[in-house]
């Protein structure tokens, strides 16, 4: 017997299913809400939230990420929702990696307080930040033998620009599944706990 999945642990899943929808979104249409890829990117530069919600703002700020939760759980959107469920198994498993690599860790960290004065020059989604931050990906998480094969548009996917906004967000939902993590979220929960989750969400 589980125990019921807790808000909080809810809130950083939804955290993680944002990010992984706005990467399938951006990859097959070249372009996604602003508000949602900025709340995903703030993620990144709060390393010392109050709560589990300040690091998304608001659980308002997250109704995509419940949303596909929920069609994913329930099984409602079939095929087309498959590609952003494989790229949370892939985050999931990329935070794990990172997780036993102490040295990477502190590395990123340094850099995203790097990133975080740089974005607080410019803004958090400057074309100079998100170049920085999709670089500090490649050059770390990228490097892990596990990669992420992201499907979309080779006419979207050719362009810097929208490359360096995917690698951004998938960094977002490795960061999201770090903290689902530190909050004891498992992977089995998640198909164990089906219909507490689905029940959960709806207060959400």
Known sequence: MFSKPTRDQLIAMAGIFQACQ?????????SVP???????????????????????????????GIESMQELLTLQSGAKQSDTLRYVVGVVHLAKKLRN?????????????????????????HANVIANLAQVYQDSISTFRHRIQVNGYASYLQQE??????????FAGIRAAML???????????????????AQLREL
């Not at 706005?22 to 070249?30: P, R």
Request: aromatic share 6%; charged share 25%; with cysteine.
């Open 34 to 64: 602003s508000d949602r890829f900025s709340v995903s990117i703030e993620s990144l530069f709060n390393k010392n939230p109050e709560t589990t919600e300040a690091v998304f703002g608001s659980v308002d700020q997250l109704h995509l």
């Open 101 to 125: 690599n102490k040295k990477m860790l502190h590395s990123l960290s340094e850099r995203l307080d790097h990133a975080s004065r740089q974005a607080e020059h410019f803004s958090i989604t």
């Open 22 to 30: 706005l990467v399938e979104t951006l990859a097959k249409t070249g």
């Open 161 to 170: 620009n929208i490359a360096q906004r995917i690698r951004c967000l998938l």
């Open 180 to 198: 689902w993590h530190q909050l004891g979220g498992r992977r089995r929960h998640l198909i164990l706990n089906r219909k507490d989750i689905l």
